[in-house]
Nanobody
Framework: HVQLVESGGGSVQPGGSLRLSCASS????????MGWFRQAPGKEREGVAI????????YYADSVKGRFTISRDNAKNTIYLQMNNLRPDDTAMYYC????????????????WGQGTQVTVS
């Protein structure tokens, strides 16, 4: 049974920082492509950052480059999203996702999803 559990969301002022965590279980974690996605009210879900190949391949959305950092701790089956210099347009529900193949920043390629954690910047 695959489980992805996000944590670390909250409310911050513009310019602040948050660190999201996603703990996973039930599959071959280290070989999977994992990513962070977000969805704001009235908008489509979009890819924020993905990590693949034991951490050797990383992609970011242009909107977060230089501000967000994705990382993974294979010993803990956990990925992280360090978010710095947050802006109001970063406000969204953030989801962790995983899939057995490289899928890039498009949400459709991911098989497993967490329940999400809310990030509010205001």
């Amino acid at each position: 049974h695959v489980q992805l559990v996000e944590s670390g969301g909250g409310s911050v002022q513009p310019g602040g920082s948050l660190r999201l965590s996603c703990a996973s279980s039930g599959y071959r974690y280290a070989s999977y492509c994992m990513g962070w996605f977000r969805q704001a009210p009235g908008k489509e879900r979009e890819g924020v950052a993905i990590i693949y190949g034991y951490g050797n391949t990383i992609y970011y959305a242009d909107s977060v480059k230089g501000r967000f950092t994705i990382s993974r701790d294979n010993a803990k089956n956990t990925i992280y999203l360090q978010m710095n210099n947050l802006r109001p347009d970063d406000t969204a529900m953030y989801y962790c996702a995983a899939g057995p193949l490289f899928a890039g920043l498009g949400p459709a390629g991911y098989k497993y999803w967490g329940q999400g954690t809310q990030v509010t910047v205001s």
